[in-house]
């Protein structure tokens, strides 16, 4: 068993476990200067945030954590699409057209995700808040939504009606009724940032996990990297996936967990801007790119894209990020294939 910590990767499509018995450091109380491995879990952005880090002693990992965890939760005081008084949801209450003022972060956010949405054709788009919320309630009641009302959280959608203006830093929503949406990119850059935080706190050897979106920082001292292993389809794979990396972001996006059937087809939670409807092809994607920020919101964009013409996939990729695709069929057969160029963190083929 090599001494790497170990994480089985099944969210969204892969479960993230973390194996604590495979540090490979010696059991009783740490030698001077030695690192020891702490993990830390809690409830944030809907879902559990997961930091494992290694520390000189558990005062100093603690208190690292809560200031990682407290960074995740200034985030979600920005980005929640939940919470009414988030900076997100406050920019849909003036009228179509008015420009507001934004926070840095939230501007430069919505900047990277304009730039995949140029890259992607739409295919990955914050501006689909309406059609995320109409299809939400969809999945709630199991009745699909009338093409009246899809056309209508169409009108009020679009990547093209988001104007960005880096002079004043302001926010303009074109369209009436428009909504953000920031669900495929906001874990990713709150696991970012998080581990941003412990590095300023000078734990480098620290991964922080937020569901299926992992910001990995500095291998786990005396070994190559993460190690992840990935089982498609939420089935612990017999013969598994082993990615293994460092100061890379590793995503995985897909309808394993969030998905609903509706007169007897399976629709993802992922919603696929050409209909206005959840994913209806299976498809599991996993990226690994320079940052969280970026993996998670290519797997979301690839996600769509895989049910498309793949083509499209490598051109968003860029030169330093990686796809791994599995598409099944009808019968259950599972087909597989990677895109792109492995960024540098990337210890293994992919
Ligand atoms: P992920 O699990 O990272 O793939 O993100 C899925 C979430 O992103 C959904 O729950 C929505 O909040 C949002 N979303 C759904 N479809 C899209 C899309 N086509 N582009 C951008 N965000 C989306
Ligand atoms: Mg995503």
Redesign the pocket.
Known sequence: MPPWLSLRFLC?FFLVVVAAAQTGLPPGPPAAGALTRYEFVAPHMGTLFRIVLFAPDESVAQTAAAAAFARVAELNRIMS?YDPNSEVMRLGQPPAGTAIAASAELFDLLQRSQQLAAASDG????T?GP??RL?REARRTRRLPTDADRAAAMRASGYANLRLNPADRTITLLAPGMQL?????A??YAADEALAVLARLGLAHAMVAA???LALGDAPPGTPGWKIELAPFGQPARDPLIVVAANVGV?T??DTE?FAEIGGVRYS?????ASALGLTTRVAVTVIARHATLS??L???C??LASGPVEKIAGCLGDSARALVLRQDECGMVQRATYGSSPPGLRTTL
């Open positions: 969204s699409d295919a990955f788009d914050v689909l059609v995320v299809w949406d920031l669900g495929g990119i874990k990713g569901s299926g979106d995503s996006s897909g969030q939670h992922i919603v696929d801007p998670d919101s797997a979301t964009a996600s769509v």
